[in-house]
């Protein structure tokens, strides 16, 4: 179960690491939406791996294939299939001898959930199954932009203790990938660049946050009670492997403040909307967007697979030195987070979009 | 849409503040469970309003009342019908003349999304829906309880900026009740609770942090991909009213930590489990428990309702000075919101437990 | 699990016989909705007991209170609870010394899934639980009048082996309700009447058929696959008690036609949409409504409550003769299910109009 | 929407005739369970065209490819991907030029519903999507099999007028495929064969009934209230393309009856389990299985596709004779329908056993 989100434009993911490939159907995406494959392709492309001397070597095509539910360009409403196969098999990734789990991996609790002893939850866990929701997320983008040119972009924010400054407002996908760390503060970029390299040469890995912002969301999306705007973007990210934290608008630093600074005065806004002189609500007021950009920030924790020997024990309860040598892994996952951020987003906004 | 949470064990509320009442249906709750109406009314009396001075003074009975399912103290496998009946009714919460939308509140998003005009979402936006998610929280307990000896606690962590220092081993229910600003650190708790007697006097609000415990929670619970543990929480928690953010384990902190440092080597453990010798994940790896308590953090905004005086404009656009001159709210949220916590802890847990 | 039915307009029930009441909370319905109180009572009224001598003589007034979702006459968009409150509370129904399960009841089947012995499931299996269907089918006739007008007629068209004639295309509730036995069929209306009373003296009962159309459905309504318009209706009506068949159009006997004398010829219909010379395929084609009448027929057993001594076993395996003295049982259900039937029809065409 | 079915044990369904292929993804199922390749593809091969001369002489490999979920011959508790690729592409069936929509085809309320002029709603409508079905039930079946031995056979039970008598206590598959028409009664089934070989020849063809046992079902499956065991296998088989009509049990006939003749009294078993010495329940009371065989019925219409000139009238309402000149059509679906029907029923129950 938990294979799938949301509830009138539901996704549901498939696949392994280790199998034919990873996938997902989309049900519930308006019939006579233009699609465009290439735009699908250009958001798995920004995930796949082996894009700088950032992120892991290893190279996977990350092609997108469309099973189902399009034709001549254009949706059926019909369910999309979509399917990226594996070229990159990593048959190690199902190794029932595995002696030991590794920390802070999955290993252990999917031994505890399925009785399967194998890495990375046999290949369901690994982050591979993130190309199956980019894709899906590139296309609900796609419903998006055309029904009200929804414009969601992502970026690193922090990498470690290092921050930035980016200006909500007008930061764009272009200036994101101006550079490898996906930092459009080059003065920050440069510095995060340089703290990556170092962790990785030392066999070790860093953390980071990502700030995502999504622009031109009517007001009026979002259900109220369970399913908040805000309830459902935590919960997409949350989802994300390594994600483990959320906030929204103020967020945490927002706890320490007054009702008197925190509240966003309304502004007389355009023709139909009011706007906000402020936005400590994040584009959210209620569960229900305002009208104004949804800003969040999604805080991803340093990659378990580090090179470094580890103290732990084995399954069997003994010590042991867990010491990984081979190498490819990503010494700092959130450069290659941001379209995984964009789609979630984009698929919790198509969900509130279908039920607006 | 959006008033139901859980995929098995599943709760739907309805109700508003100025109505009949507020209630909640659960359904998929097994059949021969002993259930103790008191301990439900327990959780929903530390809930309701009029508590301490460090509360509203609206004084309201909040006494659950079971509508089915439940026959000579025991479930009867059947849909769980809870109410809890509206004493104070409010009208002014459906005011259509109301001339301007509150700034943070939802007036203005409600608006936006149903075409009707009032105070609260008529009054569903409004914090008394969570009496009947403490309800259904409470009963979601008495089953995990049963099942497991699960053990949730949750306490005042920050007001304002003044922190506190907890031990999340040993909490209990007790040590945090022993305070009314509900911090069992009582140096901190005699900080928080002067702050906002502070921020009271002078008509404003403050936000707050509140920190859960979820003890003896066995290892296997946790849908992989959308449904992960700490997806649901973080769901779960920005679906209270006023909630901004939400961290598991290491949190936005462990963002800034080096892989090497950040994961949590395995121990012996007991006969059946390993442990951890640290707890950074915050007892989830990759979305599925794994034995260790579960701990996070969930941010608080101040309360949008405050005295004092504050430029907007109206639904014309129009500027306009807004002073609220009625009393009775809560200058903060967090005290009361302990229960409410704990309750969509639980209502998460019995949820995974069931799918376990 | 199991008590919520539809997945935009989402009705689940809950309440026993012999508890509080029985009731439903309606999500996804639309706001500013015009509601009538009264009209719900008027179908709630049409299926309580104790209206004619052909059904049972307990009394009951069956109330239906609107708990929360409507104010001012207008539905809010938020979940609407109706409550239906029980005044003849049957305590025997929940008895645990019972010592046979009674033959073609839920007495077993209850039993054997949730480990308890009473008597209808503990009053839910009991037919007490379509009042809160009624109630929530009444709520979902009214959108769909105000949404377009849609128009549902159900009738008695069998009574054990008598059959009847009667016109779909004009007959009305009216016609309908002109007879005690709910058959707007005159002539046949005096045999069945006739049928019910000499069986019900005899301590015996019957089963019989009823027909319903749904006029004014809009062509486009209905989910490919598994949520045919069909396939809901079809699991609409398997879902009351003692229904045991459904059929839509032409049904079983269509099945025995040609190609050639089945299928309907498209006409000219009207200014928007085509119509059909026949309507063999019942207003649906391929799962989705075509425009044309929707047409079907279910069939309801003999009420396995009699007075007949019947010759079975006990829990423990062991022969007894089960008499049951105590009155007030229907001796066909046929006529009460009228407002039943049309209810479970209008949940389905209400949650199919929502994602039309 | 409508393209998913389950609760627990959840199947979804993507892919048009005219595209890469059909598939299931299946959700829910439970890790460690023995999967054989070869028993889906032996009912893949029971359903694919050109079995006999009864059926279309289309050609179709039918070759299922498992894409994900199973590793070593064993579920991995991961979402199951089934992939059926399209061999015989047929770009007919996306034909925008089609004049007329075709006579009880789905082509006219795909275009209402969708706005897309396309034969067989752009294939999505086709019969081909009920191979993933076949092959997302024959996985159910191996999980039904391993948990307690459930087998479920159907067979063609009448076709035209023609019936049969066939023993549901003994009837095996093996039984079942001895004859073309898969009617396991050899006298019927010459008749049966006669009759559609007759209507094939005059470019007509012809309706029919299967009916389906499921054997060593335990009692206490089912759900109360809307997802009774009857109800979601009403749902099942209507949501079968051309299925028209269900009645479990004495269905129909048994309408007709009294109580003192219908009821189904009760037998001393075996060890753990009452039986009844009648199954006019068919398997079911109060939505729940009481375990005794589950029989019930479904009828399918004369498929739409006849070579006969049909009078009729364009989109544009204009009268236009449609004659069908290409072959390769069914003149009677129920030979094919039976793996179908099997695999559906199969869907239901492995959705029950595991809420059960």
Redesign the interface.
């Known amino acids: 179960?938990?294979?799938?989100?949301g509830?009138?434009f539901?996704v549901?993911?498939?696949?392994?690491s280790?199998?034919?490939?990873?996938?997902a159907?989309v049900?519930?995406c308006p019939?006579?939406l233009e699609i465009s494959l290439e735009a699908i392709q250009a958001q798995a492309d920004r995930r796949k791996p082996g894009q700088s001397d950032l992120t892991t070597q290893r190279m996977e095509a990350d092609t997108v294939?469309?099973?189902?539910?399009v034709?001549?360009g254009k949706t059926?409403?019909?369910?999309?299939?979509l399917?990226v196969r594996n070229t990159d098999q990593r048959p190690g990734d199902?190794d029932e001898t595995l002696d030991?789990?590794r920390?802070?991996?999955?290993d252990?609790?999917?031994l505890?959930?399925?009785?399967?002893r194998?890495k990375s939850?046999?290949g369901?866990?690994s982050a591979r199954?993130t190309a199956a929701r980019v894709a899906a997320g590139a296309l609900a983008e796609q419903y998006l932009q055309q029904l009200c040119g929804v414009d969601i972009v992502a970026w690193v924010s922090?990498v470690?203790?290092i921050g930035s400054e980016v200006d909500v407002g007008t930061v764009s996908r272009a200036d994101v990938d101006s550079r490898a760390v996906r930092c459009p503060d080059h003065a920050a970029a440069d510095k995060m660049e340089a703290r990556i390299r170092e962790?990785r040469d030392e066999g070790?890995?860093?953390?980071?946050?990502l700030t995502c912002v999504c622009r031109n969301v009517?007001?009026?999306?979002?259900?109220?009670?369970?399913?908040?705007a805000?309830?459902?973007?935590?919960?997409?990210?949350?989802?994300i492997?390594a994600?483990?934290?959320?906030?929204?608008?103020?967020?945490?630093a927002?706890?320490?403040?007054?009702?008197?600074?925190?509240?966003?005065?309304?502004?007389?806004?355009d023709d139909t909307?009011?706007g906000?002189s402020t936005n400590?609500?994040?584009g959210?007021?209620?569960?229900?967007?305002?009208?104004m950009p949804i800003v969040f920030r999604a805080?991803?924790?340093?990659?378990?697979?580090?090179k470094?020997a580890?103290?732990?024990?084995n399954?069997a309860?003994?010590p042991v030195t867990l010491q990984v040598t081979e190498g490819r892994h990503d010494p700092c996952v959130v450069p290659r987070a941001v379209p995984i951020v964009e789609s979630m987003a984009a698929l919790v906004l198509a969900d509130l979009a279908r039920?607006?």
């Open positions: 179960m938990g294979s799938s989100f509830t009138v539901r549901s993911t498939f696949g392994e280790h199998g034919v490939g990873v996938g159907i049900d519930g019939a006579q294939e469309i099973l189902s539910g034709q001549n059926l409403g019909t369910p999309i299939g399917l199902y030991a789990p920390p802070s991996h999955a252990y609790t999917y505890k959930k399925y009785g399967v194998a939850g046999g369901r866990a199954e922090q470690g203790a962790v070790d890995s860093i953390g980071g946050i009517p007001a009026g999306w979002g259900e109220p009670i369970f399913d908040k805000e309830a459902l973007l935590a919960q997409a990210m949350l989802s492997p994600c483990k934290a959320f906030e929204i608008g103020s967020g945490f927002g706890s320490q403040l007054r009702g008197s600074q925190h509240n966003d005065p309304f502004t007389s806004g909307n009011l906000t400590n609500s994040g959210v007021q209620g569960g229900i967007t305002n009208g805080a991803f924790k340093p990659p378990a697979t580090i470094c580890q103290e732990t024990v399954y309860g003994q039920q607006a």
